[in-house]
């Protein structure tokens, strides 16, 4: 079983579709993992999922990317993206319950971000830190397209995952998010960040690197084109429950789930294939919404 500890998620959705022992086995992996990275950080670590829940919180950046493809090592801090209005039910529960200190800060990320303002509590205790990101709307997943590049996108929550770039994360290749690209956002730490990332093996890049994109786009986009309409949720994604597909156990319902009922819609932007993409415009400006997972037709 030693092995299913390095697979990343794609290779361990076929363990799962083998026979109800894979799904068992890579279930167990999964979960084994976050337990890993996540006990550190809580003492009461049932009470915190439970706050996830309540709160409709998603762990997203660095330590999503760790659990799904365990080829990145563990994240320097734990990222947390609430829903705007539920944002200090999770600050204020880490800091009564789990007794963190915190401190706020906002930042504006120009004017092309899907979220143009971002607030942040960054939490303390002792070597632990938890970067808890404001959403601007409804959706908890507003702020995890805001990360500098595609393979910070994932996200996961108590019940399940999704990775809208795990194709090109699995072979270590990350697209250059066009906003820190045009707005020349933190120059020097974007600088440092790309170094050691490549340092770890990563390729990061500015435009889509599908086989045959550059030729053959034509504005039909593929899911890493700069105009790709992609929705969380959507068939280009890696995404499923923790739990086994069979023998589920039934989840706690809980009053209110953003994460369920809202998704983002969004198309990357940036440089586009070529010529023959998004009718022959060299850039494409960014953008998206949220939307009800009801009417984007995603689980
Ligand atoms: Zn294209």
Known sequence: MLVLEWLDIHALLRV??????????ASATLSRRIRLLMLPYF????GFIEEMRLSSAVVTGEAALHVLHPHHGPPPTLALALP????????GYLVRVEFYSYAMSTHHNGSQGLQRLTRTATLRKETCTIEIIQSGTHSPLTPTL???????????????????YALLSRQQRALLNPWMDQTQQNP????????????????????????????????????????????YGDADCVAGPW???????????????????????????????????????MRLTPGGRTVLRELAKVM
């Open 43 to 46: 003492t009461d670590y049932a």
């Open 84 to 91: 705007d209005d539920l944002f200090f039910h999770m600050v």
């Open 16 to 25: 799962r579709a083998t026979c109800a022992d894979g799904d068992q086995a």
């Open 243 to 281: 739990q086994p597909v069979r023998n589920r156990r039934e989840e706690r319902k809980v009053p209110l789930d953003l994460v369920q009922r809202h998704t983002v819609m969004w198309w990357r932007g940036g440089r586009t294939c070529g010529e023959r993409c998004q009718g022959g415009l």
């Open 188 to 231: 020097l730490w974007i600088r440092q960040q790309k170094k050691s990332w490549r340092n770890q093996g990563w390729k990061i890049l500015a435009g889509s690197v599908v086989e045959g994109a550059r030729d053959g786009c034509a504005g039909r986009a593929k899911f890493d084109c700069a105009g790709a309409v992609r929705v």
């Open 146 to 164: 805001s990360g500098w590049n595609t393979a910070l996108t994932a996200y996961f929550t108590p019940n399940g995952f999704c990775d809208p």
